[in-house]
């Protein structure tokens, strides 16, 4: 980016993400004036010029819908104002878990997120932990993919617990977990889960020996809960010692923190591609910000991001 400058603008959706990746930057954030009209409209204007710039808006795109068109405005507003390139960085990709047709005449909502930031006129994508690695191929533009596990996995290390086991909320995740319990030199539980219906898990198994342990269930969205508080009783019914859960995205949904909060396990850790703005006991959250902040750097500069790639 030899001779051009770079500017950081956020949407409303995770100022506090956005105000940190800034200060680790030494960048203060773009002023940026979004307007919403009564009956909803979002229109976005930039108060400074981005003419010739390279332009990096943070928004993660969790409901409601309207934080998906913020951002596409915002895309639009700043193609319109000569930015030279912009980048979308999206910490929590919205939409993502409707990656495929699993069933006839459904749609494929990742997609066509997808085709609305192209046409919106983004240049590159920069996402944590996608629902699906495929969803990557769904763009014909650079998609920089993240991984919480770099923040994770030094998290786990530092809680120096004896007879750890990673568990896998489902067999959808039993790479991610795999991977982990590789890293860890520890033993791997997978949960086996059958669903009636969306957010409703009818019924959980366990496949491995998790008697005495201290069990981590990695996944990479918390919706409901429902999964995972049912992979936990399951983890306690088969003699675990001790149950938490880390999930990158925290959605929390209708009561999932009030049924994190009645459930048997012990800590739930989040990281802030989300905001996480309530009082719990129960939940901690580690911050992605130096994470982010290195891959911006790195396409500021121009230089690889791949030493953020050698644990995923």
Known sequence: ????TSAIVTGRA???????????LN??????????FRDGEIQAYYNETIR??????????????????????????AKRASAYKIIAVIPYFGYARQDRKDRPRTSIGAKLMANLLIAAGVDRVIAMDLHADQIQGFFE???????????????IQSLKLDNLCIVSPDTGGTKRASTYAKALDCDLAIGFKQREKQNEVSN?????????????????IIDTGGTLIKAANKLKENGAKSVMA???????????????????IDKLILTDSIPFRKESKKVAIVTVSHLLSDVIASVMDGTSISSHFLFN
């Open 246 to 264: 880390m999930c990158s995205h925290g959605l929390l949904s209708g009561n999932g923190l009030q049924n994190i909060e009645d459930s048997i």
């Open 27 to 36: 960048m203060p954030l773009l002023e940026v004036e979004i307007a919403q």
């Open 52 to 77: 010739g710039k390279y332009v990096f808006i943070i928004q993660p795109t969790f409901a409601p819908a309207e934080n998906w068109i913020e951002l596409l405005i915002l895309i639009d507003a």
């Open 14 to 24: 995770n100022p506090e993400l956005a105000k940190k990746i800034a200060h680790n």
């Open 1 to 4: 980016m030899q001779g051009r």
């Open 141 to 155: 533009i650079p998609v920089d993919h993240m991984y919480s596990s770099n923040v994770f996995y030094p998290y």
């Open 204 to 220: 959980l198994q366990i496949i491995g020996d998790v008697k005495g342990k201290n069990c981590i269930i990695v996944d990479d």
